[in-house]
Nanobody, 120 residues
């Protein structure tokens, strides 16, 4: 059973950079065919795919967020990390890390999510 667990700050000030880490257990992030993504859900809105890092280490980003987003990984810890710069209140959301099978958006496992609020 694959488990994903998000960790990071719950409160970020405007203009700061958010850093969230996803720790994966029950499966390796380097296993072929899997993609490890970050998605978010702002209050009252739907889920938004932000970007992914593949089993190979290749990265993919939503076009509108690409200039502010970076996803990296630490294979020794089986973790991957999201960095989102220039945070604004519009980035307030529940952030989830997910596993995709075959494609970045074919989710089969998801973390429980972590609330991130952007406020001064």
């Amino acid at each position: 059973q694959v488990q994903l667990q998000e960790s990071g700050p719950g409160l970020v000030k405007p203009s700061q950079t958010l850093s969230l880490t996803c720790t994966v257990s029950g499966g390796s992030i380097t296993t072929s065919g899997y993609y490890w993504s970050w998605i978010r859900q702002p209050p009252g809105k739907g889920l938004e795919w932000m970007g992914a890092i593949a089993f190979s280490g290749s990265t993919y980003y939503k076009t509108s967020l690409k200039s502010r987003t970076s996803i990296s990984r630490d294979t020794s810890k089986n973790q991957f990390t999201l960095q989102l710069s220039s945070m604004t209140p519009e980035d307030t959301a529940v952030y989830y890390c997910v596993r995709g099978l075959g494609t970045p958006t074919n989710y089969d496992y998801r973390g429980q999510g972590t609330q991130v609020t952007v406020s001064s």
